[in-house]
C-alpha cells in the first residue's frame, strides 16, 4: 500500500496569520478609479452624523465626520473602486488613526451610502473580536427620499467560490444572519475552515455589502459582493504576526456554487 500524499494537498497544521495568506489575494481586483478626482460628496446618516469627502488629486481626500464617536478630519489618501452600476467603495487610509479605517460605499446618482467603521481593539480586548466594525447608513447630497441600505438575510444558504487569483481560491457558506464558513481550497491556507461574525447590509438588488470579523486572528474586511457582475471588492485590516497594522486590498471572481433550501425546516437566526 502507498502511504505517500502530494505535499501541496496536506494541510498545514499551523494556524496562518494575516501577511501568509494575502499576498496576490488582489490579483482578480477591480481597478482603481480616479472618476471621484475634483469631486465633493456630503453624506447625510440616518443616525444623525455626517460626512464630507472632497476628492483631490493624487488620491488625497479631505474628509470630516461630525456627530459619531469615530468623528473627526484630515487629509489623507483613499482607495477608490468603482463598483455595481455607478456606485463607488471608497477606504480612507487614516494617517493619525492606523488602529480605524472608514469605508464608504455609496451611489452618487441615485443617492443610497453606507458607511463602515472598523477599529482593531488592544490585547486587553472585550468585544467579542479584536476587530470590530459598525454601520451606518445614509444619504447622499440631496437624495433624502431614497431607499437606504439595510441589514439583509438574502445571503444565508448561498455557497459561493471567490477565485482571488490563481493561488486563492475560497469557498464561503453563508450559515446565519450572524455566522458564515470561510474554507480555502487552494493557497497558504488550504484545509483550513472556520465559522466567523459577519453581517451583511443590501445595497441594491444583487449588490451586498458583506464584512466578517476573525476569532482566531486580529483581522476584519469589508467587501462589495456584486453578484450581478460576478465581482467582490474590499479590503483586510488587521495585525501581522510582529504587530504591524495592514489595510490591504482584495478582490475576486465571484462563482455560485449552490444553494441550501431550509424549506419545511428550522430557519436560521
Do not use: C
Amino acid at each position: 500500500m502507498n502511504d505517500s500524499v502530494t505535499p501541496n494537498l496536506v494541510e498545514s497544521a499551523e494556524w496562518k496569520a494575516m501577511e501568509d495568506f494575502s499576498a496576490g489575494i488582489d490579483t482578480n481586483r477591480l481597478p482603481q478609479t480616479d472618476a471621484l478626482e475634483g469631486q465633493t460628496h456630503e453624506i447625510s446618516l440616518s443616525d444623525g452624523g455626517h460626512v464630507s469627502l472632497q476628492f483631490g488629486s493624487g488620491r488625497s481626500v479631505k474628509w470630516s465626520v461630525t456627530g459619531e464617536s469615530w468623528a473627526g478630519s484630515d487629509v489623507d489618501t483613499y482607495d477608490g473602486v468603482a463598483v455595481g452600476d455607478g456606485a463607488f467603495w471608497v477606504d480612507l487610509n487614516l494617517s493619525e488613526r492606523p488602529v480605524e479605517s472608514i469605508t464608504a460605499i455609496f451611489q452618487p446618482e441615485t443617492g443610497w451610502a453606507l458607511l463602515v467603521h472598523s477599529i482593531i481593539h488592544g490585547e486587553d480586548f472585550t468585544t467579542e473580536t479584536r476587530v470590530m466594525q459598525t454601520f451606518h447608513p445614509g444619504f447622499v447630497g440631496a437624495h433624502a427620499n431614497v431607499t437606504l441600505p439595510e441589514e439583509t438575510r438574502d445571503l444565508i444558504g448561498k455557497r459561493t467560490l471567490f477565485r482571488y487569483s490563481a493561488n486563492h481560491l475560497y469557498e464561503h457558506i453563508y450559515l446565519s444572519s450572524r455566522r458564515f464558513v470561510w474554507h480555502n481550497l487552494v493557497g497558504e491556507q488550504r484545509g483550513h475552515a472556520a465559522a466567523e461574525l459577519a453581517t451583511t447590509w443590501k445595497l441594491e438588488d444583487g449588490l451586498y455589502v458583506f464584512t466578517w470579523r476573525e476569532e482566531i486572528i486580529p483581522v476584519g474586511t469589508v467587501f462589495v459582493f456584486d453578484y450581478a457582475r460576478g465581482r467582490s471588492t474590499g479590503k483586510f485590516i488587521g495585525l501581522t504576526s510582529d504587530g504591524r497594522i495592514e489595510n490591504g486590498k482584495g478582490g475576486a471572481l465571484i462563482i455560485p456554487f449552490g444553494q441550501s433550501n431550509y424549506g419545511e425546516h428550522q430557519e436560521p437566526v
